[in-house]
Protein backbone atom coordinates (compact mmCIF):
# COMPACT_ATOMS: atom_id res chain seq x y z
CA UNK A 1 0.00 0.00 0.00
CA UNK A 2 0.82 3.36 -0.58
CA UNK A 3 1.34 6.40 1.28
CA UNK A 4 -1.48 9.19 1.87
CA UNK A 5 0.04 12.79 1.36
CA UNK A 6 -2.22 16.24 0.73
CA UNK A 7 -3.14 17.06 -3.08
CA UNK A 8 -2.28 20.27 -4.08
CA UNK A 9 -2.00 21.91 -7.76
CA UNK A 10 1.38 20.99 -7.71
CA UNK A 11 0.84 17.18 -8.08
CA UNK A 12 3.26 16.55 -11.58
CA UNK A 13 0.99 15.33 -14.28
CA UNK A 14 2.69 12.28 -15.03
CA UNK A 15 1.55 10.35 -12.27
CA UNK A 16 -1.83 12.15 -12.36
CA UNK A 17 -3.25 9.17 -14.16
CA UNK A 18 -1.54 6.70 -11.34
CA UNK A 19 -2.51 8.95 -8.51
CA UNK A 20 -6.26 7.74 -6.46
CA UNK A 21 -8.27 9.46 -4.00
CA UNK A 22 -8.33 8.29 -0.39
CA UNK A 23 -9.82 9.98 2.07
CA UNK A 24 -9.66 13.65 0.26
CA UNK A 25 -5.95 13.27 -0.16
CA UNK A 26 -3.73 11.08 -3.35
CA UNK A 27 -2.33 8.07 -3.06
CA UNK A 28 1.24 8.38 -4.85
CA UNK A 29 2.31 4.59 -5.44
CA UNK A 30 5.63 3.26 -3.38
CA UNK A 31 7.75 3.81 -7.03
CA UNK A 32 7.21 6.80 -7.97
CA UNK A 33 10.64 8.81 -8.39
CA UNK A 34 12.37 10.57 -5.13
CA UNK A 35 11.83 14.10 -7.56
CA UNK A 36 8.19 13.53 -7.61
CA UNK A 37 7.29 13.01 -4.23
CA UNK A 38 10.23 15.82 -3.24
CA UNK A 39 7.95 18.25 -5.66
CA UNK A 40 4.62 17.34 -4.38
CA UNK A 41 6.59 17.90 -0.78
CA UNK A 42 8.26 20.92 -1.34
CA UNK A 43 7.06 22.47 -4.70
CA UNK A 44 8.76 25.81 -3.77
CA UNK A 45 12.24 24.53 -3.33
CA UNK A 46 11.97 22.06 -6.31
CA UNK A 47 11.34 25.15 -8.37
CA UNK A 48 14.23 27.11 -7.16
CA UNK A 49 16.41 24.12 -8.14
CA UNK A 50 14.97 23.83 -11.58
CA UNK A 51 15.79 27.52 -11.97
CA UNK A 52 19.47 27.33 -10.39
CA UNK A 53 20.05 24.02 -12.61
CA UNK A 54 18.56 26.14 -15.80
CA UNK A 55 20.90 29.01 -14.68
CA UNK A 56 24.09 26.89 -14.31
CA UNK A 57 23.28 24.83 -17.73
CA UNK A 58 23.28 28.67 -19.63
CA UNK A 59 26.62 29.35 -18.45
CA UNK A 60 28.08 26.14 -19.27
CA UNK A 61 26.15 26.60 -22.32
CA UNK A 62 27.84 30.05 -22.92
CA UNK A 63 31.27 29.37 -21.81
CA UNK A 64 31.85 26.18 -24.24
CA UNK A 65 30.46 28.38 -27.14
CA UNK A 66 32.47 31.42 -26.01
CA UNK A 67 35.91 28.84 -25.83
CA UNK A 68 35.25 27.60 -29.64
CA UNK A 69 34.74 31.00 -30.95
CA UNK A 70 37.70 32.39 -29.07
CA UNK A 71 39.86 29.22 -30.86
CA UNK A 72 38.36 29.51 -34.18
CA UNK A 73 39.16 33.32 -34.17
CA UNK A 74 42.48 33.10 -32.06
CA UNK A 75 43.94 29.96 -35.04
CA UNK A 76 42.14 32.49 -38.01
CA UNK A 77 45.04 35.00 -36.75
CA UNK A 78 47.51 32.70 -36.53
CA UNK A 79 47.30 31.42 -40.43
CA UNK A 80 46.43 34.82 -41.54
CA UNK A 81 48.03 37.38 -39.76
CA UNK A 82 51.37 35.95 -37.63
CA UNK A 83 53.83 34.67 -39.90
CA UNK A 84 55.02 31.50 -37.67
CA UNK A 85 55.60 27.95 -38.87
CA UNK A 86 51.91 26.69 -37.38
CA UNK A 87 52.65 24.81 -33.71
CA UNK A 88 49.26 24.68 -31.92
CA UNK A 89 45.55 25.58 -32.61
CA UNK A 90 45.88 26.79 -36.25
CA UNK A 91 47.57 23.14 -37.21
CA UNK A 92 43.82 22.34 -37.56
CA UNK A 93 44.18 23.63 -40.74
CA UNK A 94 46.41 21.24 -41.46
CA UNK A 95 44.25 18.55 -41.24
CA UNK A 96 41.97 20.21 -43.66
CA UNK A 97 44.81 20.56 -45.94
CA UNK A 98 45.54 16.89 -45.51
CA UNK A 99 42.02 15.82 -46.02
CA UNK A 100 41.54 17.71 -48.99
CA UNK A 101 44.94 16.31 -50.70
CA UNK A 102 43.71 12.95 -49.67
CA UNK A 103 40.54 12.82 -51.44
CA UNK A 104 42.55 14.09 -54.56
CA UNK A 105 45.17 11.70 -54.60
CA UNK A 106 42.03 9.07 -54.40
CA UNK A 107 40.45 10.74 -57.37
CA UNK A 108 43.97 10.69 -59.10
CA UNK A 109 43.81 7.16 -58.99
CA UNK A 110 41.39 6.38 -61.44
CA UNK A 111 43.51 7.82 -64.42
CA UNK A 112 47.12 5.86 -65.23
CA UNK A 113 49.02 8.28 -66.76
CA UNK A 114 50.88 11.33 -65.07
CA UNK A 115 49.91 14.42 -67.14
CA UNK A 116 46.09 13.50 -66.33
CA UNK A 117 46.64 12.95 -62.64
CA UNK A 118 48.45 16.46 -63.04
CA UNK A 119 45.14 17.65 -64.26
CA UNK A 120 42.99 16.10 -61.14
CA UNK A 121 45.44 17.33 -58.45
CA UNK A 122 45.63 20.51 -60.00
CA UNK A 123 42.69 22.20 -58.35
CA UNK A 124 44.03 20.99 -54.53
CA UNK A 125 44.76 24.02 -53.22
CA UNK A 126 42.19 26.17 -54.21
CA UNK A 127 39.59 23.70 -52.92
CA UNK A 128 41.91 24.19 -50.08
CA UNK A 129 41.33 27.29 -49.41
CA UNK A 130 37.66 26.88 -49.95
CA UNK A 131 38.06 23.82 -47.00
CA UNK A 132 39.71 26.43 -44.68
CA UNK A 133 36.75 29.17 -45.16
CA UNK A 134 34.25 26.75 -44.79
CA UNK A 135 35.77 25.26 -41.23
CA UNK A 136 36.15 28.60 -39.88
CA UNK A 137 32.92 29.46 -40.80
CA UNK A 138 30.98 26.29 -39.34
CA UNK A 139 33.18 26.54 -36.28
CA UNK A 140 31.81 30.23 -35.05
CA UNK A 141 28.45 29.00 -36.42
CA UNK A 142 28.63 26.07 -33.85
CA UNK A 143 30.44 28.19 -31.40
CA UNK A 144 27.86 31.13 -31.75
CA UNK A 145 24.98 29.06 -32.03
CA UNK A 146 25.42 27.28 -28.25
CA UNK A 147 25.81 30.90 -26.93
CA UNK A 148 22.47 31.29 -28.39
CA UNK A 149 20.93 28.48 -26.59
CA UNK A 150 20.28 30.23 -23.18
CA UNK A 151 18.93 33.05 -25.20
CA UNK A 152 16.67 30.74 -27.36
CA UNK A 153 16.31 27.90 -25.18
CA UNK A 154 16.98 25.51 -28.64
CA UNK A 155 20.09 24.63 -30.03
CA UNK A 156 18.63 24.19 -33.13
CA UNK A 157 17.31 27.90 -33.05
CA UNK A 158 20.57 29.26 -31.92
CA UNK A 159 22.57 27.22 -34.60
CA UNK A 160 19.55 28.97 -37.27
CA UNK A 161 20.49 32.32 -35.09
CA UNK A 162 23.92 32.17 -35.82
CA UNK A 163 23.92 31.58 -39.44
CA UNK A 164 21.64 34.21 -40.67
CA UNK A 165 23.09 36.60 -38.16
CA UNK A 166 27.11 35.44 -39.47
CA UNK A 167 26.36 35.73 -43.85
CA UNK A 168 24.01 38.18 -43.40
CA UNK A 169 26.05 40.92 -40.51
CA UNK A 170 22.50 40.53 -38.57
CA UNK A 171 20.39 41.91 -41.59
CA UNK A 172 17.94 39.15 -41.33
CA UNK A 173 16.90 37.64 -38.25
CA UNK A 174 15.92 33.96 -37.97
CA UNK A 175 16.01 31.36 -35.19
CA UNK A 176 13.72 32.18 -32.03
CA UNK A 177 14.52 35.48 -29.46
CA UNK A 178 17.14 37.28 -31.12
CA UNK A 179 20.26 38.10 -28.71
CA UNK A 180 21.46 41.85 -30.60
CA UNK A 181 24.93 41.62 -29.04
CA UNK A 182 25.87 38.13 -30.55
CA UNK A 183 24.37 38.29 -33.45
CA UNK A 184 26.70 42.14 -34.03
CA UNK A 185 29.39 40.23 -32.36
CA UNK A 186 29.23 37.50 -35.21
CA UNK A 187 28.43 39.58 -38.24
CA UNK A 188 31.70 41.85 -37.52
CA UNK A 189 33.71 38.35 -37.13
CA UNK A 190 32.81 36.78 -40.33
CA UNK A 191 33.32 40.18 -42.42
CA UNK A 192 37.16 41.01 -40.96
CA UNK A 193 37.71 36.93 -41.37
CA UNK A 194 36.54 37.69 -45.35
CA UNK A 195 38.90 40.94 -45.26
CA UNK A 196 41.69 39.07 -43.85
CA UNK A 197 41.02 36.25 -46.02
CA UNK A 198 41.14 38.65 -49.18
CA UNK A 199 44.64 39.94 -48.16
CA UNK A 200 46.19 36.37 -47.69
CA UNK A 201 45.82 35.68 -51.29
CA UNK A 202 48.16 37.90 -52.75
CA UNK A 203 50.27 36.79 -50.16
CA UNK A 204 49.84 33.74 -51.15
CA UNK A 205 50.20 34.38 -54.84
CA UNK A 206 53.29 36.45 -54.68
CA UNK A 207 55.29 33.66 -53.09
CA UNK A 208 54.15 31.17 -55.34
CA UNK A 209 54.78 33.27 -58.10
CA UNK A 210 58.76 33.90 -56.93
CA UNK A 211 59.21 29.84 -56.35
CA UNK A 212 57.96 29.34 -59.80
CA UNK A 213 60.20 31.87 -61.47
CA UNK A 214 63.37 30.05 -61.00
CA UNK A 215 62.13 26.83 -61.63
CA UNK A 216 60.80 27.73 -65.38
CA UNK A 217 64.26 29.07 -65.63
CA UNK A 218 65.52 25.88 -64.88
CA UNK A 219 64.11 24.39 -67.61
CA UNK A 220 66.86 25.37 -70.26
CA UNK A 221 69.30 24.63 -68.04
CA UNK A 222 68.46 21.34 -66.51
CA UNK A 223 65.61 20.00 -68.72
CA UNK A 224 62.29 19.03 -67.97
CA UNK A 225 61.99 17.16 -65.89
CA UNK A 226 65.05 18.58 -64.34
CA UNK A 227 67.82 16.38 -63.14
CA UNK A 228 71.43 17.24 -61.72
CA UNK A 229 74.09 15.22 -64.07
CA UNK A 230 72.11 16.96 -67.15
CA UNK A 231 72.39 20.70 -65.10
CA UNK A 232 76.34 20.37 -65.59
CA UNK A 233 76.24 18.85 -68.56
CA UNK A 234 74.21 21.56 -70.81
CA UNK A 235 76.56 24.08 -69.18
CA UNK A 236 79.47 22.58 -70.28
CA UNK A 237 78.33 21.78 -73.96
CA UNK A 238 77.41 26.10 -74.74
CA UNK A 239 80.41 26.75 -72.26
CA UNK A 240 78.51 28.71 -69.24
CA UNK A 241 80.02 26.62 -66.21
CA UNK A 242 81.22 30.32 -65.67
CA UNK A 243 77.67 30.97 -64.41
CA UNK A 244 76.79 28.25 -62.09
CA UNK A 245 78.30 30.52 -59.23
CA UNK A 246 75.48 32.76 -59.65
CA UNK A 247 72.86 29.91 -60.29
CA UNK A 248 74.06 28.69 -56.87
CA UNK A 249 73.65 31.95 -55.29
CA UNK A 250 70.04 32.29 -56.73
CA UNK A 251 68.95 28.80 -55.31
CA UNK A 252 70.29 29.53 -51.99
CA UNK A 253 68.32 32.84 -51.29
CA UNK A 254 65.22 31.13 -53.63
CA UNK A 255 65.34 27.75 -50.73
CA UNK A 256 65.70 30.54 -47.95
CA UNK A 257 62.87 32.09 -49.86
CA UNK A 258 60.60 28.73 -49.73
CA UNK A 259 61.61 27.76 -46.79
CA UNK A 260 59.73 30.63 -44.84
CA UNK A 261 57.10 31.31 -46.73
CA UNK A 262 56.42 27.44 -47.12
CA UNK A 263 56.66 26.95 -43.33
CA UNK A 264 54.88 29.79 -42.37
CA UNK A 265 51.65 28.83 -44.81
CA UNK A 266 52.12 25.32 -45.78
CA UNK A 267 48.81 25.32 -48.21
CA UNK A 268 51.66 26.42 -50.42
CA UNK A 269 52.97 23.04 -50.50
CA UNK A 270 49.40 22.03 -52.43
CA UNK A 271 50.18 24.34 -54.94
CA UNK A 272 51.31 22.59 -58.31
CA UNK A 273 53.84 24.02 -60.82
CA UNK A 274 51.67 25.40 -64.23
CA UNK A 275 53.24 23.03 -66.98
CA UNK A 276 52.97 19.44 -65.74
CA UNK A 277 56.29 18.19 -66.01
CA UNK A 278 57.86 21.23 -64.07
CA UNK A 279 57.91 20.75 -60.11
CA UNK A 280 59.97 23.05 -57.26
CA UNK A 281 60.65 19.55 -55.76
CA UNK A 282 62.56 18.15 -58.70
CA UNK A 283 64.50 21.83 -59.63
CA UNK A 284 65.88 22.13 -56.18
CA UNK A 285 66.99 18.36 -55.97
CA UNK A 286 68.44 19.07 -59.43
CA UNK A 287 70.68 22.01 -57.91
CA UNK A 288 71.55 20.42 -54.79
CA UNK A 289 72.63 17.37 -56.89
CA UNK A 290 74.39 19.23 -59.67
CA UNK A 291 76.60 20.91 -56.46
CA UNK A 292 77.32 17.93 -55.13
CA UNK A 293 78.58 16.40 -57.97
CA UNK A 294 80.84 19.34 -59.12
CA UNK A 295 82.14 19.65 -55.32
CA UNK A 296 82.83 15.85 -55.62
CA UNK A 297 83.87 15.71 -59.37
CA UNK A 298 86.01 18.47 -59.33
CA UNK A 299 86.84 20.08 -55.93
CA UNK A 300 89.42 22.44 -56.50
CA UNK A 301 86.83 24.09 -59.43
CA UNK A 302 84.15 23.78 -57.74
CA UNK A 303 83.03 27.13 -56.43
CA UNK A 304 81.63 28.28 -52.63
CA UNK A 305 78.34 29.22 -53.89
CA UNK A 306 77.94 25.27 -54.09
CA UNK A 307 78.06 24.64 -50.92
CA UNK A 308 76.21 27.36 -49.64
CA UNK A 309 73.54 26.39 -51.90
CA UNK A 310 73.58 22.65 -50.66
CA UNK A 311 73.50 24.24 -46.70
CA UNK A 312 70.37 26.11 -47.42
CA UNK A 313 68.90 23.79 -49.35
CA UNK A 314 69.37 20.91 -46.35
CA UNK A 315 67.51 23.69 -44.34
CA UNK A 316 64.95 24.22 -46.46
CA UNK A 317 64.34 20.38 -46.74
CA UNK A 318 64.39 19.79 -42.57
CA UNK A 319 62.21 22.53 -42.49
CA UNK A 320 59.07 21.07 -44.12
CA UNK A 321 60.07 17.28 -43.13
CA UNK A 322 59.84 18.71 -39.67
CA UNK A 323 56.15 20.53 -40.48
CA UNK A 324 55.02 18.03 -41.98
CA UNK A 325 55.78 15.42 -38.94
CA UNK A 326 58.33 13.08 -40.34
CA UNK A 327 61.33 12.39 -38.25
CA UNK A 328 64.72 13.62 -39.70
CA UNK A 329 67.86 13.07 -38.60
CA UNK A 330 69.79 16.77 -38.94
CA UNK A 331 72.86 15.07 -37.91
CA UNK A 332 73.48 11.98 -40.82
CA UNK A 333 76.85 9.98 -40.73
CA UNK A 334 78.56 10.31 -44.35
CA UNK A 335 78.63 7.01 -44.71
CA UNK A 336 74.97 6.20 -43.78
CA UNK A 337 73.06 4.23 -46.94
CA UNK A 338 71.22 6.07 -49.45
CA UNK A 339 68.65 5.30 -52.63
CA UNK A 340 70.43 5.67 -54.97
CA UNK A 341 73.15 3.03 -56.48
CA UNK A 342 76.46 3.42 -56.97
CA UNK A 343 75.73 2.24 -60.64
CA UNK A 344 73.30 5.03 -60.88
CA UNK A 345 75.94 7.70 -60.05
CA UNK A 346 79.17 5.82 -62.22
CA UNK A 347 76.38 6.16 -65.34
CA UNK A 348 75.68 9.96 -64.66
CA UNK A 349 79.75 10.44 -64.53
CA UNK A 350 80.58 8.53 -67.68
CA UNK A 351 77.72 11.28 -69.15
CA UNK A 352 79.76 14.12 -68.09
CA UNK A 353 83.14 12.66 -69.11
CA UNK A 354 81.64 12.10 -72.82
CA UNK A 355 80.51 15.75 -72.80
CA UNK A 356 83.72 16.70 -71.58
CA UNK A 357 82.90 18.26 -68.31
CA UNK A 358 85.84 18.67 -66.42
CA UNK A 359 86.92 15.94 -63.75
CA UNK A 360 89.47 15.76 -61.81
CA UNK A 361 88.37 12.63 -60.08
CA UNK A 362 87.14 9.12 -61.21
CA UNK A 363 83.61 7.76 -60.45
CA UNK A 364 84.88 5.75 -57.59
CA UNK A 365 86.98 8.41 -56.00
CA UNK A 366 84.35 10.80 -55.83
CA UNK A 367 81.19 8.26 -55.05
CA UNK A 368 82.34 8.95 -51.17
CA UNK A 369 82.05 12.63 -50.93
CA UNK A 370 79.28 12.76 -53.16
CA UNK A 371 77.02 10.25 -51.09
CA UNK A 372 78.57 12.31 -48.08
CA UNK A 373 76.49 15.29 -49.36
CA UNK A 374 73.56 13.62 -50.55
CA UNK A 375 72.93 11.80 -47.32
CA UNK A 376 71.70 14.80 -45.46
CA UNK A 377 68.65 15.66 -48.16
CA UNK A 378 68.03 12.67 -50.09
CA UNK A 379 65.37 10.76 -47.72
CA UNK A 380 63.46 14.18 -46.94
CA UNK A 381 63.76 14.97 -50.96
CA UNK A 382 61.78 11.70 -52.00
CA UNK A 383 59.57 11.57 -49.13
CA UNK A 384 58.99 15.53 -50.58
CA UNK A 385 58.58 14.26 -54.05
CA UNK A 386 56.01 11.52 -53.23
CA UNK A 387 53.70 13.08 -51.20
CA UNK A 388 53.29 15.69 -53.96
CA UNK A 389 53.67 13.76 -56.42
CA UNK A 390 55.81 15.28 -58.93
CA UNK A 391 56.82 14.09 -62.14
CA UNK A 392 58.91 10.65 -62.65
CA UNK A 393 62.31 11.70 -63.01
CA UNK A 394 65.63 10.05 -62.15
CA UNK A 395 67.56 10.49 -58.92
CA UNK A 396 64.32 11.33 -57.67
CA UNK A 397 62.79 7.90 -56.08
CA UNK A 398 60.11 6.67 -56.20
CA UNK A 399 56.01 7.51 -56.06
CA UNK A 400 53.43 5.06 -54.35
CA UNK A 401 50.70 6.66 -56.82
CA UNK A 402 52.58 6.21 -60.03
CA UNK A 403 53.76 3.48 -62.28
CA UNK A 404 55.37 4.97 -64.97
CA UNK A 405 59.44 4.59 -65.00
CA UNK A 406 61.26 7.81 -64.41
CA UNK A 407 61.43 10.14 -67.26
CA UNK A 408 64.72 11.02 -69.46
CA UNK A 409 65.02 15.11 -69.86
CA UNK A 410 65.22 15.88 -73.22
CA UNK A 411 68.24 17.52 -74.71
CA UNK A 412 67.27 19.60 -77.66
CA UNK A 413 70.35 19.68 -80.34
CA UNK A 414 73.73 22.36 -79.80
CA UNK A 415 73.26 23.84 -83.48
CA UNK A 416 75.70 25.98 -84.82
CA UNK A 417 76.89 26.44 -88.31
CA UNK A 418 78.60 23.89 -89.90
CA UNK A 419 76.60 21.84 -87.69
CA UNK A 420 75.17 18.31 -88.67
CA UNK A 421 71.88 18.61 -90.31
CA UNK A 422 70.56 15.52 -89.91
CA UNK A 423 70.32 16.39 -86.51
CA UNK A 424 67.33 15.89 -84.76
CA UNK A 425 65.25 17.83 -82.50
CA UNK A 426 63.31 16.29 -80.31
CA UNK A 427 60.45 18.22 -78.81
CA UNK A 428 59.76 18.69 -74.88
CA UNK A 429 56.71 16.59 -73.37
CA UNK A 430 53.55 17.98 -73.94
CA UNK A 431 50.30 18.20 -72.96
CA UNK A 432 47.60 18.38 -76.20
CA UNK A 433 44.54 19.02 -74.59
CA UNK A 434 42.66 20.40 -71.12
CA UNK A 435 40.79 17.02 -72.14
CA UNK A 436 42.42 14.50 -74.22
CA UNK A 437 45.50 14.73 -72.09
CA UNK A 438 48.81 12.56 -73.86
CA UNK A 439 52.64 12.15 -73.76
CA UNK A 440 54.62 12.37 -76.67
CA UNK A 441 57.82 12.67 -78.90
CA UNK A 442 58.40 14.10 -82.10
CA UNK A 443 61.08 14.24 -84.01
CA UNK A 444 61.92 16.70 -86.72
CA UNK A 445 64.18 16.69 -89.64
Same mark, same amino acid.
Given at each position: ?????????????????????????????????????????????????????????????????????????????????????????????????????????????????????????????????????????????????????????? +? =? !???????? *? @???????? #???? %???????????????????????????????????????????????????????????????????????????????????????????????????????? +? =? !???????? *? @???????? #???? %?????????????????????????????????????????????????????????????????????????????????????????????????????????????????????????????????????????????
Amino acid at each position: MGRRVRAHAGTPQPYAHRARAVGGGVHLPRRAPARARLRCRYPGAVRRADQELGVVLSVIDFVVGLAIVVLTITGILFVLVLPRQPFGIERLTLLVNRTVRLFFVVLSRLVSSYEKKDAILAPTAPVALLGQILFWAASLIVGFGIMLVPTTHS +L =G !LGLLQALT *A @LFTVGAIH #AGGV %QNVGIDIWAGATWVIVVALQIAYLPTLYGAFSRRESLVAMLESRAGAPAWGPELLARHQLVGILDTLPDLYKDWELWSADVAESHSTYPILLLFRSPEPWLSWT +L =G !LLAVLDSA *A @LQLALSPS #AAPS %QARLCLRMGFTLTNRIATLLGWEVNFDPQPDAPIQLTYEEFADAVAMLERVGFPLERTAEQAWPDFHGWRVNYEESMYHLTDRLIAPPAKWSGTRRHLHEAAEEPHRPPHRHPGSNPEATFEEPLLVTSSWRLRRHRTNRP
